[in-house]
């Protein structure tokens, strides 16, 4: 605390993101990045941006970027907003669509980001309660929609985190259908790995915001890339907030990268599917041990044994050099583990290490 800080340090409750040890030898399975390297054309086309490139400011609109992702979703680059991180296009959303007199929904387990943008934006919001089997219900954002608080907005992500679990698309459409005036953001960080994605549905509904990022499915997590997909009008309203913070947030660097990256369609069907085929792989192989695994659609799963506390076993594999991610709050998850999707052989070895401390 000084005397020094503004009125909004001090009501900030910060994120704490997980661990990045410079441990040596750990298994990093605490924070769902891609276990496998970027695509070989990222890697030249960063490297390609040298000397003179970097001389020069970025291009303020990140217009070949938003052109790649544009083709790559069959939208137009005016539908499409780029930002450093998905993060930080999600802080720019909450700045430019929530209004203030009701509340933003967003459900009780989800990702811990979104209080911390309401705080720092003095948007109020209201808690609903996931389902008894921790899928979200549509009926509950719904019915909170149209009583007396009414909605500000809605957030959430699909697949939802941490729990992994996608809603089918035809429930956003009919989430949509019922919430006409208030804006609708669906957080798509993790849809590639098998969750049906909202962006098909921008040309019909106005109010709908996706937001997506390079840091999971496209192995560029140290890149910070993330964008956003909506209507023209919603972008339009990221990019005003963007223009009065920063009007380059993506380097030279990192924006030759992602179109590389969103132009290397071979590279990211491989990869998705290879994580995929190890999510299935090491879900059986938990199923087996005796944990109870939730039905992921991401690059993680969430499971809990029946025989052992949540921080007990996060503490008891990380003496095994296998780092996960464990949730103290709320207590309903406290003794799950949130598990990301490693390579085969990392694979290996937290089951070895589940086997030596079940
Ligand atoms: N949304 C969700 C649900 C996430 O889990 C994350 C990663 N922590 C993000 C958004 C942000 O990802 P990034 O800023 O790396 O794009």
């Known amino acids: 605390m000084s005397r020094y800080w503004s009125d909004v340090v001090h009501r900030l409750t ?12 750990l298994v990093k399975l605490n924070t769902n990045e891609c276990p496998y390297g970027p695509s070989e054309a990222v890697l030249a086309a960063m490297a390609a ?27 137009k680059p005016a539908q499409v907003f780029v930002g450093n991180g998905s993060d930080e296009v999600l802080a720019h959303a909450f700045l430019a669509l929530l209004k203030h007199e009701a509340p933003l929904l967003h459900p009780d387990i989800s990702y811990s980001f979104y209080p911390v943008y309401a705080k720092l934006y003095g948007i109020h919001t209201r808690e609903l309660p996931l389902a008894e089997d921790f899928g979200i219900r549509v009926d509950d954002f719904l019915a909170a929609t149209g009583d007396a608080q009414g909605a500000g907005a809605i957030i959430f992500p699909n697949p939802n985190a941490p729990t992994g679990m996608a809603l089918p698309r035809a429930e956003i459409r009919r989430l949509l259908d019922g ?15 098998g969750g049906e994605s909202a962006a098909a549905l921008i040309d019909r509904y106005p109010q709908l915001l996706v937001t997506r990022t390079l840091s999971k499915s496209r192995a560029l997590a140290g890149l910070r890339v993330g964008y956003a997909l909506g209507d023209p009008a919603l972008i339009e309203a990221l990019t005003r907030v963007k223009d009065s913070f920063n009007s380059y947030p993506l380097d030279r660097v990192a924006a030759a990268g992602a179109v590389a990256s969103m132009q290397d369609e071979a590279w990211f069907a491989a990869t998705c599917a290879r994580i995929v085929a190890t999510r299935e792989r090491l879900t059986a192989a938990l199923a087996a041990r005796g944990f109870q695994v939730l039905p992921s659609a991401a690059n993680f799963v969430f499971a809990r044994h029946p025989g052992h506390a949540g921080a007990a076993l996060a503490a008891a594999l990380r003496e095994h050099k296998v780092l996960v991610r464990q949730f103290p709050r709320p207590a309903r998850i406290a003794d799950f583990l949130r598990i990301s999707i490693g390579t085969e052989a990392q694979t290996d070895t937290l089951l070895a290490a589940l086997d030596r401390v079940l």
């Open 49 to 75: 941006q040298t000397g003179e490139a970097l001389r020069l400011y970025p291009d303020p609109q990140s217009s070949a970027l938003r052109e790649a992702i544009a083709a790559h979703h069959g939208l």
């Open 179 to 193: 919430v006409p005036d208030a804006p609708v953001v669906i957080d798509e960080a993790y849809v590639d790995f």
């Open 14 to 25: 910060p994120y704490v993101p997980g661990e990045q040890p410079r441990i040596e030898g």
